[in-house]
């Protein structure tokens, strides 16, 4: 198979890996185990989706030299940002209970009432329910196995950027 045919399967397979990841979260967290997501879940959520709708792009587009590379740094952008998000809810989780931050608002209230920017600086500090550890697999929280989740993205993603063609 000639190289220009091996761009679209990657890109492919980073978007249903996105799929598999939602899934998880939406039908076994959320709705078979009944656990809500916090604000930092949902703007992980959030990026999870962008690099499957990069990936997707890139894999109707099937781009060559610089659009692939292009794709793939959105895609990279796109994981990093959630991988940040990730690890600055493992840290709240980190923290000892005294000195996490108390409960706020909900999200819906905050959208409702604060102005965007002011709502994204809130949800990124993060509140008491972030730092609550409600479920572990493997010893490891959710925001743990999603942030292995970003590192499996940005990777593809740079093994995307970098191939040769």
Same mark, same amino acid.
């Given at each position: &198979?000639?190289?220009?045919? $091996?761009?679209?399967?990657?890109?492919?397979?980073?978007?249903? =890996?996105?799929?598999? #990841?939602?899934?998880?979260?939406?039908?076994?967290?959320?709705?078979?185990? @009944?656990? *809500? *997501?916090?604000?930092?879940?949902? /703007?992980?959520?959030? =990026?999870?989706?962008?690099?499957?709708? =990069?990936?997707?792009?890139?894999?109707?587009?099937?781009? $060559?030299?610089?659009?692939?590379?292009?794709? #793939?740094?959105?895609?990279?952008? +796109?994981?990093? %940002?959630?991988?940040?998000?990730?690890?600055?809810?493992?840290?709240? $989780? !980190?923290?000892?209970?005294?000195?996490? *931050? %108390?409960?706020? *608002? !909900?999200?819906?209230?905050?959208?409702? /009432?604060?102005?965007?920017?002011?709502?994204?600086?809130?949800? &990124?500090?993060?509140?008491?329910?972030?730092?609550?550890?409600?479920? /572990?697999?493997? @010893?490891?929280?959710?925001?743990? $196995?999603?942030?292995?989740?970003?590192?499996? &993205?940005? %990777?593809? +993603?740079?093994?995307?950027?970098?191939?040769?063609?």
């Amino acid at each position: &198979m000639n190289a220009l045919m $091996q761009i679209r399967p990657v890109f492919f397979g980073l978007f249903l =890996f996105t799929i598999v #990841a939602m899934t998880f979260a939406l039908v076994y967290l959320q709705e078979t185990l @009944g656990l *809500p *997501p916090c604000p930092l879940c949902i /703007t992980q959520r959030v =990026f999870v989706i962008l690099v499957g709708l =990069f990936a997707l792009l890139a894999a109707l587009h099937n781009p $060559q030299g610089w659009g692939r590379r292009l794709y #793939a740094a959105l895609c990279l952008l +796109s994981a990093c %940002a959630g991988g940040a998000v990730a690890m600055r809810h493992i840290w709240l $989780q !980190s923290l000892p209970e005294e000195l996490a *931050p %108390a409960c706020g *608002p !909900s999200l819906g209230y905050m959208l409702e /009432t604060l102005p965007l920017a002011e709502t994204f600086s809130v949800v &990124m500090m993060g509140d008491g329910n972030c730092a609550e550890t409600v479920w /572990t697999f493997m @010893g490891m929280s959710i925001p743990q $196995q999603t942030l292995i989740v970003f590192v499996v &993205m940005a %990777a593809v +993603s740079v093994f995307q950027m970098l191939r040769k063609n």
